[in-house]
């Protein structure tokens, strides 16, 4: 039996408005998204092909989308912080990674972007402070 199962989310472009640019300043085009939710290993090898056997990743995906459209943010950090609490209403997930970067950054070239990893102690916390 496996010790360990994730969801990933990859190259999933957010429509957001982060950030405050001056009106010469080129405000990044992009905003990805990439997660990596840790869950039971029981909600991937199932018996039975059924929606009640699995974890239902759509509801949070919905979530995700209404979260970065909700109205500017003036950091990406914010955004991370939403879309962390966001997982931490699911308690199939256990602990997750999520990396969002913009780009471009200088000159219509480069990413820029944030990693944060939460362990299950760390997700914990953050479910009990919502």
Known sequence: MPT????EIK???LATRIGTFKPNEAAPKTHLLDLTLS???RLVLIAIDDMAHVFDYDPLVAEIDRVARDGHYETQER????IVQACATHDAIT???IFLRKGP???GSGM???RLTVDRAGLAAIRQAL
Do not use: F
């Open 95 to 97: 602990a997750l990674e």
């Open 39 to 41: 869950i039971d290993p």
């Open 4 to 7: 360990h199962s994730t969801v």
């Open 105 to 107: 950054v200088l000159a």
């Open 112 to 114: 820029l972007g944030l």
């Open 79 to 82: 955004l991370i912080t939403r």
């Open 11 to 13: 190259d999933l472009a």
